[in-house]
């Protein structure tokens, strides 16, 4: 098949891991016989450097007429003084409400191997799967700010329509799963959360009957996914309340180098990357962990492209390559002076496609 894909590789070391996932869809391209346009933009931190805009028109042109758009990470201590009229998350948070991927996917799943990578006890973590499902594009995230001499306000709206839609994503999500959605708010403090439960309670009831949901207050929710968290299958929450849960559920797998992520809205285009950051510490020393964004190729690949045996192919390939011990330092542990790089952690995905 012919696909056109944007790639923003941003700051830190988002270059070096969408490196490696340009690679692997190189060598699946060849392999399989498919021909991907590969078009590299500026974007973040970077674009700020080169044209004083982290979502320059062309790139933000390019993504909305590609297929998938796969992206590294931004931001940086550069651009992030308080006082900074232009910051790199304005890109992504600009883009993302340009694609309308509303729906981020960020499946979390603890491999037998980094069973001693998580600082969390083996025992606790042993089969666990589960997928977050976090609004994107709304909340307080996208409310309006405001910032007077003595204070400053963030607005957090959310709209029936906007719970509705990622309501039913989660649950169709749940019915080829385990059937169990856990629906995470603040409904005792917060009027919007007291809208979320009202609205997700209606829709579930009336169109999913086949599905059960759980209601849950998201300082719980904080305290049950480390203490029992096989017992979660899909979560739905709001946006800033899955930013945050998503980073402690990152624990459970052993690294946030490791996770995933799909963002998606109504059509096949979606935008992937991991869900780290461009983590400024450890930028072009080659050792950051490329896993999380190659297995955020793998998922565009199967949801954008709808190429599920190559999908299949490169989550196995790095499932087989975790196995193998290709561990970089930060799921190494113990064996931390034996951990690879960046470049030899894809090798070894690679080898194994
Ligand atoms: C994430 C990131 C972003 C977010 C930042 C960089 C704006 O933390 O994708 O989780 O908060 O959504
Ligand atoms: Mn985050």
């Known amino acids: 098949m012919k696909a056109h894909i944007a790639v923003l590789p941003g700051d830190g070391i988002g270059p070096e891991v969408t490196a490696e996932a340009v690679r692997a869809l190189r060598a699946l391209e060849k ?14 931190g970077a674009a700020i450097d ?42 992504l948070l600009g883009l993302r409400r340009a694609l309308g991927v509303y729906a981020n996917l960020r499946p979390v799943k603890v491999h037998p191997a980094l069973l001693g990578a998580s600082s969390l006890k083996s025992e606790v973590l042993q089969g666990v799967d589960l997928i977050f499902v976090r609004e994107l594009t709304g909340g307080i995230y996208f409310g309006e700010k405001r910032r007077e001499a003595d204070s400053a306000t963030d607005v957090c709206t959310y709209t029936v329509a906007e719970i509705e839609r990622i309501v039913r994503c989660a649950a169709r999500l749940a019915q080829q799963r385990r059937r169990k959605l856990v629906s995470i708010d603040k409904s005792n403090v917060l009027e919007t959360s007291r809208l979320w439960r009202q609205v997700t309670s209606r829709v579930m009831r009336e169109e999913f009957p086949d599905v059960s949901l759980e209601h849950m207050l998201v300082d719980a929710a904080a305290m049950h996914l480390i203490r029992r968290p096989r017992d979660f299958d899909v979560l739905v929450t709001e946006n800033m309340f899955g930013d945050i849960l998503t980073d402690e559920a990152s624990m459970l797998a052993g690294s946030l180098g490791l996770l995933p992520s799909a963002s998606l809205g109504e059509g096949t285009r979606g935008l992937y990357e991991p869900i780290h950051g461009s983590a400024p510490d450890i930028a072009g020393r080659g050792i950051a ?30 499932s087989a390559a975790i196995s193998a011990g290709a561990l970089t330092p930060d799921v190494a542990g113990a064996a931390a002076a034996g951990a690879v790089s960046t470049r ?10």
């Open 344 to 353: 030899e952690a894809a090798e070894a995905v690679l080898a194994r496609l």
């Open 289 to 318: 962990n490329p896993y999380g964004t190659l297995l955020s190729a793998a998922l565009l690949l199967r949801h954008s492209l709808g190429l599920t045996a190559e999908a299949d192919a490169l989550e196995a390939a790095v």
């Open 31 to 44: 392999r399989h016989g498919h021909t991907f346009t590969l078009t590299e933009l500026p974007f973040g």
């Open 50 to 91: 080169l044209t004083g805009n982290p979502l320059p028109e062309p790139t933000l042109e390019t993504c909305l007429r590609a297929d998938a758009v796969l992206l590294g990470a931004i931001g940086g201590p550069k651009w992030s003084a308080p006082e900074a009229k232009v910051r790199p998350e304005q890109g």
